[in-house]
């Protein structure tokens, strides 16, 4: 088991490592970086969350840097002991499987936002989603009332909703105007669950 300070990097990219990291406790995410030198966040991560599998699996250099958010403790698995365990456990296989094909329909979702919503509604539905899988419910709100469960700056969730930095302040301060949000320095509080997804046009289930 290893343990990482908040900030540091678990796994690098393009490193031609195999390894995967299971996350047992603690937050970290998922950043891309280009030639042009912007940097992209591409996914949030939790404890029970796996990472680093894509280049384990498919024997190509790492897509992604992995970051702690805060301490965060994981645990070191070898591809080859990673595929051994999957061979002989089909329920494990299938938890794999249902993991990726999440993932993949995040990012599906996000490509279909692009091009067919406003600003608005992009942020929200990026919130909405994370705030379904990470966030914690507040004390005696009837689960109407919810922290985020992640910290983000600004820059971040205007990655992962594809928006420019400016144009995600503005919807981020349109939605706390409206009573959907509530802002501190880096966190999130979503004051209406129900709300928001309505005017993010999501279903009430969990796409996770």
């Known amino acids: 088991?290893?343990?990482?300070?908040?900030?540091?990097?678990?796994?690098?990219?393009?490193?031609?490592?195999?390894?995967?990291?299971?996350?047992?406790?603690?937050?970290?995410?998922v950043v891309a970086s280009a030639e042009s030198g912007y940097d992209m966040l591409l996914a949030i991560r939790i404890a029970g969350d796996l990472?680093?599998?894509?280049?384990?699996?498919?024997?190509?250099?790492?897509?992604?840097?992995?970051?702690?958010?805060?301490e965060v403790t994981a645990r070191v698995i070898q591809v080859g002991a990673l595929e051994a365990f999957l061979s002989r456990h089909p329920d494990a296989m299938r938890a794999i499987l249902h993991m990726l094909s999440a993932r993949l329909r995040w990012a599906n979702r996000r490509r279909l936002d692009f091009k067919a919503y406003d600003s608005l509604t992009r942020l929200a539905r990026v919130l909405a989603?994370?705030?379904?899988?990470?966030?914690?419910?507040?004390?005696?709100?009837?689960?109407?009332?919810?922290?985020?469960?992640v910290t983000l700056t600004q820059k971040e969730l205007a990655s992962?909703?594809?928006?420019?930095?400016?144009?995600?302040?503005?919807?981020?301060?349109?939605?706390?105007?409206?009573?959907?949000?509530?802002?501190?320095y880096?966190?999130?509080?979503?004051?209406?669950?129900?709300?928001?997804?309505k005017f993010a046009k999501l279903l009430a289930d969990n796409p996770y």
Request: one cysteine or more; hydrophobic letters at 40%.
């Open 129 to 149: 989603e994370l705030g379904q899988a990470y966030a914690q419910p507040v004390p005696d709100s009837d689960g109407k009332r919810c922290d985020l469960g």
């Open 51 to 70: 990472v680093g599998e894509m280049a384990a699996f498919e024997e190509r250099p790492r897509s992604g840097t992995v970051i702690a958010c805060s």
């Open 160 to 184: 992962l909703a594809g928006l420019k930095l400016n144009t995600a302040e503005k919807s981020l301060a349109a939605l706390t105007a409206q009573g959907l949000v509530e802002r501190n």
């Open 186 to 197: 880096r966190s999130i509080t979503i004051c209406d669950v129900p709300e928001l997804l």
């Open 1 to 29: 088991m290893l343990t990482y300070p908040p900030h540091r990097a678990l796994l690098h990219q393009g490193d031609d490592s195999r390894h995967v990291l299971l996350i047992t406790s603690g937050v970290v995410k």
